[in-house]
């Protein structure tokens, strides 16, 4: 059945991608588009939360993926590529592999600690999850403020909070995260259910910390409710 048009306005301080406005693209194991002024999902994971199997398997379709997409690519082929590797890290994430610090509550307050502590004064934050080994994060950008500097902030004081805390030494967070710019109200609209589900799908539900705007949930951009389900 074919959906309706998406009827709801934007809530209050969201911006999708500007097709008029310029992107800067950059690329390691994933690509990275970067707008000012847009929201972007965001996810970041702990060090050990693949394990060397899944890590094998994405390095396998990786090399699948360049041979059946030789240069020169589009920025289309970049983000199926980013969609098939991403879809890959997300059935793993899940099932809970590595030390899982996160699902200790004093380690995950301490990750929404370090994502609350700046908004509106360096970032517009829109929602978060903080599962067992992975964090899920709608945020835009204030001006004078980049992605990467805010994530860094965000890894690198959790990182020497959480390591000190539980006696560990060592890398805590995967270096690299997945992000992607949110790029209208249906997208957004789709993301936060997806992120409010996660803990249910990993048969986690209240269990981990999740957490929308109030302003946006009031817009009708909220977390699945039961009765959406039943």
């Avoid at 306005?9 to 194991?29: A, C, E, K, L, M």
């Avoid at 050990?48 to 059946?68: F, H, N, Q, Y």
């Avoid at 004064?121 to 992975?134: F, T």
Wanted: proline share 7%; net charge neutral; with cysteine.
């Amino acid at each position: 059945m074919a959906r309706g048009p998406f009827l709801l306005d934007p809530p209050p301080g969201f911006q999708g991608f500007d097709p008029w406005q310029s992107v800067r693209i950059t690329r390691r194991n994933l690509p990275h588009w970067r707008q000012d002024g847009a929201t972007y999902f965001v996810t970041f994971r702990l060090a050990d939360a693949l394990p060397a199997k899944c890590v094998r398997e994405i390095a396998r379709a990786k090399r699948i993926w360049e041979r059946e997409h030789p240069e020169p690519r589009t920025e289309e082929d970049w983000r199926d590529y980013a969609r098939l590797i991403t879809r890959q890290e997300e059935q793993w994430l899940d099932r809970g592999h590595g030390e899982c610090w996160l699902a200790q509550p004093e380690n995950a307050n301490r990750v929404v600690t370090a994502l609350t502590k700046f908004d509106s004064q360096r970032l517009h934050l829109g929602a978060y999850a903080v599962m067992p080994n992975h964090v899920h994060v709608i945020v835009r950008p204030l001006p004078g403020h980049e992605l990467e500097g805010i994530t860094k902030s965000w890894k690198g004081y959790t990182a020497r909070e959480i390591n000190e805390a539980v006696s560990r030494r060592g890398p805590f967070w995967q270096e690299e995260s997945y992000d992607s710019i949110v790029r209208d109200a249906e997208h957004l609209y789709r993301v936060i259910r997806y992120i409010g589900d996660n803990p249910k799908k990993a048969g986690l539900a209240g269990k981990c910390p999740v957490w929308v705007r109030e302003d946006w949930a009031d817009a009708g951009f909220g977390f699945r409710s039961d009765e959406d389900e039943s």
